[in-house]
């Protein structure tokens, strides 16, 4: 069959350019638009999409891409000093410099589009010291370094004098020659100040471009504008004249305490922003960022602070955003602060030390007054193992259902890692590693009394390696789990999310298994092995398989059914029968075909009392018919609420929830059951139990009420 070659020559229509402009990487699409100008009406007009616009006082970082600026400076005559030829090699420093070379601390009058972030303390180091004082340092640092030297001749004459010796002489040589350097620039600098002359140095603006695959671009232009409108103007290029607000998932300003930092955007430019992460007055950042939001009343999902203060907390952007999270912050009194603020959830990394017994008043705070499900607290405040020890320790002896623990997560190629659940990042805790090839940067540590080799492997999230040989797979893995057993006690729960049925789940204590996800297609011929794994765990929490066979792969008394939660696709609802057969709390079914007579008997038989005791919640969806609903509530006995009254909304917590990588960057985590708002219900003759009945098309849902029809008619009134 031959191929069709397109036209070279046909031009993209300008609704398809755009389209393809819009699925373009951020920076590749700035650097096309740099090549073909001619496209920039159209790259202005589409939508634009970041995931990480972060802002400091030496550039800014686009999702991948960092820009940074700084100024170099060259020697006319002679050799350039090394601390300067140091910020050179750095980039030039993010620094403004006057006409004698001293360090500017203030801004030239804001133009329209910049947003003070903050501003320079009143005080300027450098101005701290006069002509006299820097010449009598320089005087001294030349004095400490000839008295080094002389020192250094000595020891040399010295017989007995050891290698040790000679090493601390020529460090202390190398910091003195370092801080004579720093003297010597500075006094220059105040020779020209005193002669009125300029400073000795060509500068220039550096404009440093590092790709995320380390590829660096760099330009340079004569110093004759400032940093900050060197910054300005770069921004502009990049993000002005957008038609569209731009979406952000997550935009930070990050400046030092005494430092200043301004923002030089586009006038005019809108910004849709999920994520704020600010230093300098939180509450004054917050109010002048509203001239560049879209949605200046929108709460942010995460609000993140360096700088947080006390009074912060009584700002109502910061008790609207979901997520609150705090960096470096000594000096907030945390128990205080739980209290006080309403966000679903407190994050605070690094600071203060936070007692055993502080930890519990936060939980009773959390319980007794918040109480609203899916709040968090997260705390990486603690320092020593002791520490994290007590406090476990306090918590289980004021609560008794306290349930927190680590997951094993075993893929494909049977690679385990284990972090923290329910996962709140990223992150790992830890990854087991086949040793195949030899290194020599293990370090060995004794777990459970079994000598483990690890690795501290990062760059971003740091975590760590253990490795083992084939045969000693289990037992290393024995010896971890029974290490967090030390750890958190065995009233932690703890899980083994398993991707295939091979390799085995270990026989490890407390332990419940997950299943995600096998497909089992028409050729499967596995089944007496599937059963066998299935077996091997004697507590399943959560199974999730998709079924593409309409042949019966699995036997009535299979584990499958006794697990407390499934989620399953198959082709026909008999394959697996779990719509028969199920026994656990919480199951969600899609199928594509599904006989009405057997919807019909499920819930016969569930009012009976003769199956489905423990059942929670069941979503079922038909792909190819819908449901008859006014025959299928006609046929099960259904009761009716009035349409006057407003009827009760059935969820719960999941049993499972689903925190898995393409989940979490979706934003589709969810903590609870999909609600089930409906006017009819039906009641179970054993206990006088009620559940709501849901028909939405070709979807059924079933929520089961901890309540009787009495209990149940009085949440109406």
């Avoid at 105040?190 to 695959?213: A, G, V």
């Avoid at 559940?691 to 008619?713: C, H, N, P, Y």
Wanted: aromatic share 10%.
């Amino acid at each position: 069959m031959l191929l069709t070659i397109p036209d070279p020559d046909r031009k993209l229509s300008y609704e398809c350019l755009k389209c393809v402009l819009q699925r373009l990487e951020v920076n590749f699409r700035f650097r096309l638009v740099q090549s073909l100008p001619k496209i920039s009406y159209a790259e202005k007009a589409v939508p634009l999409y970041i995931s990480k616009l972060s802002f400091s006082d030496e550039g800014f970082q686009l999702d991948g891409t960092k820009y940074r600026f700084g100024v170099l400076r060259q020697a006319r005559d002679g050799p350039t000093p090394e601390t300067v030829k140091s910020d050179n090699r750095k980039g030039g420093r993010p620094r403004d410099f006057d006409r004698f070379g001293f360090v500017k601390r203030s801004f030239s009058e804001l133009s329209p589009g910049d947003l003070l972030i903050q501003d320079y303390t009143v005080i300027n180091p450098e101005r701290l010291i006069t002509f006299e004082s820097a010449e009598a340092k320089l005087v001294r640092d030349r004095r400490m370094l000839s008295d080094l030297e002389r020192e250094k001749l000595e020891l040399e004459n010295v017989q007995e004098n050891t290698a040790e010796e000679n090493v601390l002489i020529n460090e202390k040589i190398r910091c003195s020659k370092m801080s004579l350097d720093v003297s010597e620039f500075m006094f220059q600098c105040f020779q020209c100040q005193r002669d009125n002359i300029p400073s000795p140095y060509d500068m220039y603006i550096q404009l440093t471009k590092t790709s995320s695959d380390g590829t660096v671009y760099i330009e340079r232009v004569k110093y004759g504008k400032t940093l900050m409108e060197a910054r300005k103007y770069l921004l502009c290029k990049l993000l002005g004249d957008r038609q569209l607000a731009i979406k952000i998932k997550s935009l930070s300003f990050w400046v030092n305490l005494g430092d200043g930092l301004v923002i030089g955007f586009p006038e005019g430019i809108k910004l849709d922003v999920q994520k704020l992460t600010t230093s300098g007055n939180v509450s004054e950042v917050l109010k002048r960022a509203e001239t560049i939001m879209e949605h200046p009343n929108r709460p942010f999902v995460c609000l993140e602070s360096d700088t947080f203060k006390s009074e912060d907390a009584q700002n109502p952007k910061v008790r609207e955003a979901e997520t609150l999270a705090l960096l470096n912050i000594y000096f907030v009194d945390y128990v205080a602060l739980c209290r006080e603020v309403p966000n679903r959830k407190i994050l605070i990394i690094l600071g203060q030390l936070v007692r055993p017994d502080h930890f519990v008043w936060i939980i009773d705070d959390l319980i007794e007054t918040k109480g609203t499900l899916g709040t968090c607290y997260e705390f990486a405040v603690l320092r020593k193992e002791m520490e994290a020890k007590k406090v476990l320790q306090r918590i289980r002896e004021r609560f008794e259902n306290a349930v927190v623990g680590p997951r094993y997560e075993c893929n494909h190629d049977g690679q385990i890692s284990v972090y923290s659940y329910p996962r709140e990042s990223w992150g790992d805790m830890l990854k087991f590693v086949e040793r195949k090839e030899p290194h020599n940067d293990y370090f060995q540590l004794k777990v459970s009394g079994q000598l483990i080799n690890f690795r501290i492997s990062g760059p971003i999230k740091i975590f760590l390696k253990v490795y083992f040989h084939a045969n000693e797979r289990e037992s290393v893995i024995k010896s971890i789990h029974n290490y967090f057993l030390d750890f958190y006690g065995n009233s932690m729960e703890y899980q083994w999310m398993a991707c295939d049925y091979q390799p085995s789940i270990p026989p490890l204590r407390h332990l419940t298994a997950c299943f995600d996800k096998l497909i089992i297609g028409f050729d499967f011929a596995d089944s007496e092995i599937l059963e066998n794994f299935f077996s091997s765990c004697p507590v399943w929490k959560h199974i999730n398989m998709s079924f593409a066979t309409i042949t019966e792969t699995l036997s009535p008394e299979s584990k499958l059914y006794q697990a407390e939660s499934v989620q399953i696709y198959q082709l026909i609802h008999t394959v697996p029968a779990a719509l028969r057969y199920f026994q656990g709390k919480q199951a969600v079914i899609q199928c594509g075909v599904c006989g009405i007579p057997d919807l019909i008997e499920f819930v016969d038989r569930w009012k009976s009392g003769e199956a489905f005791h423990k059942l929670e919640y069941l979503q079922m969806e038909i792909r190819t018919n819908e449901i008859p609903q006014n025959h299928f509530l006609d046929a099960i006995g259904a009761k009716y609420i009035a349409l006057n009254i407003k009827p009760p909304t059935h969820t719960l917590p999941k049993v499972h929830v689903e925190d898995d990588v393409l989940t979490m960057m979706a934003g589709d985590v969810k903590l609870n059951t999909d609600p089930i708002t409906s006017y009819t219900y039906v009641v179970r003759e054993t206990d006088n139990r009620v559940a709501s009945v849901l028909i939405q098309e070709r979807t059924f849902s079933f929520g089961v009420w901890d309540k009787t029809e009495d209990e149940f008619l009085s949440m109406l009134d």
